[in-house]
């Protein structure tokens, strides 16, 4: 089997036309409908609808936990609900790889298993890291079919970098998440 990888010079922003496409491309090429994508202002999600809902691949918006609203990062409800008028839903929740457990290694040093996993997928990208976390986070909230293959993009900063084609699966069943396919990443994290 051939497939195409875009490998991306510079992440960021810039890359979400190109990411987008990819990810219709191979979409319909799978007969996947299934796409969780990162977003926190809607842009991404914005571009996602544009490209993908005419194909009619459903799109479910992850946005960073509110517990990050006070510096800026999570969308405002008018943006949301402009996006759910589109019919993207957009789900907010704790982060598969934070959570509790972050606050103590932040507050008290040490190491946790989400933040080694965390840091392995950086070494792809850091939209590797967001797509796969993003990915368990929809799972976990029953918005993605586990049992289905499902695209998931995230991005560095910005916009969408980093595509992949996955098997889902639940945090709690992490050891049966595949990544199947590379469709997209910054060359270098």
């Given at each position: 089997?051939?497939?195409?990888?875009?490998?991306?010079?510079?992440?960021?922003?810039?890359?979400?036309?190109?990411?987008?496409?990819?990810?219709r491309?191979?979409?319909?090429?799978?007969?996947i409908?299934?796409?969780?994508?990162?977003?926190?202002?809607?842009?991404?999600?914005?571009?996602?609808?544009?490209?993908?809902?005419?194909?009619?691949?459903?799109?479910?918006?992850?946005?960073?936990?509110?517990?990050?609203?006070?510096?800026?990062?999570?969308?405002?409800?008018?943006?949301?609900?402009?996006?759910?008028?589109l019919?993207?839903?957009?789900?907010?929740?704790?982060?598969?790889?934070?959570?509790?457990?972050?606050?103590?290694?932040?507050?008290?040093?040490?190491?946790?298993?989400?933040?080694?996993?965390?840091?392995?997928?950086?070494?792809f990208?850091?939209?590797?890291?967001?797509?796969?976390?993003?990915l368990?986070?929809?799972?976990?909230?029953?918005?993605?079919?586990?049992?289905?293959?499902?695209?998931?993009?995230g991005?560095?900063?910005?916009?969408?970098?980093?595509?992949?084609?996955?098997?889902?699966?639940?945090?709690?069943?992490?050891?049966?998440?595949?990544?199947?396919?590379?469709?997209?990443?910054?060359?270098?994290?």
């Open positions: 089997m051939e497939l195409k990888t875009l490998l991306f010079e510079k992440a960021g922003k810039h890359n979400t036309e190109p990411t987008l496409q990819i990810v491309e191979r979409a319909l090429e799978l007969g409908t299934q796409v969780v994508l990162a977003t926190n202002h809607g842009f991404t999600a914005r571009e996602a609808h544009r490209i993908l809902a005419p194909e009619s691949i459903d799109i479910l918006a992850v946005q960073i936990s509110y517990a990050y609203e006070s510096e800026g990062w999570v969308m405002s409800p008018e943006e949301r609900s402009k996006l759910e008028a019919g993207v839903p957009v789900y907010a929740g704790i982060h598969a790889f934070g959570g509790v457990g972050l606050a103590f290694c932040e507050e008290h040093g040490g190491w946790t298993v989400g933040r080694a996993v965390r840091d392995t997928l950086y070494r990208s850091q939209g590797m890291k967001v797509a796969v976390e993003c368990l986070m929809a799972a976990d909230a029953g918005w993605v079919d586990v049992d289905q293959e499902a695209i998931a993009i991005g560095t900063g910005e916009g969408a970098d980093t595509a992949i084609v996955c098997k889902p699966s639940y945090t709690s069943t992490f050891h049966q998440l595949e990544i199947r396919e590379v469709l997209a990443k910054p060359r270098i994290p």
